[in-house]
């Protein structure tokens, strides 16, 4: 056979191929670096674990004179998927509402530091007895209608500032929590709650 059989390194297919795979290498390192370097992702929330343990309206005449008695403890988790930026978040204020009428805000967060491919808890108590609420007719019928079952729909929403690490642009970032909450005993440990995805809300500006 030819002199290329004997020695088939020097032959100039084998040379391309070897370079294709070199290059295909690179291409993916390439890759990995750009989307660890370059792009960022936001970041992702969810409520682990809610309880709810009072839960009480009393009607008023209207009904936006009505008053509510509450007891929430709330355990969210904020997921930072990107590979190197770390996610520093401001001060979080909280605020808790029931058919689109707040009824606590006095929730707050400190600020805190999400680390690149690392998780962040949040804890948050909430308590009141006698809060003024300002319902509609229609949401003290639906108070009501969920009392029935003592399963309650409330809104958990966060609201907060954001900067990736190496970037000067804070964001503005709000992060809403439908919860289904079912009313329990205080003395009953175990809680039916599950796992709750979070919507985040992002400025639309860049660097965000």
Partial sequence: MGECDECCEDCPWTKIIIAAVVLAILG???????IAFAVVYPPKA???NVLLQRFELQPGTPADNSTISYDIAATLSLR???IYRSISYGPMTAAFSFNGSRFDESGTVRELENGARKKAT???KV??????IKLSDAGVKEFRKQNETSKFEVELRLDTV???????TKCPLVIVCPLELQLVDPDVAATAFQKTKCTMLRAKKSGC
């Fill in 80 to 82: 930072n998927p990107n």
């Fill in 28 to 34: 993916g390192v390439i890759a990995v670096l750009v």
């Fill in 162 to 168: 954001l900067q990736y690490k190496g970037r000067k």
């Fill in 127 to 132: 308590s009141g007895a006698d809060k003024g």
């Fill in 122 to 124: 949040i804890t948050l």
């Fill in 46 to 48: 969810s409520a682990d």
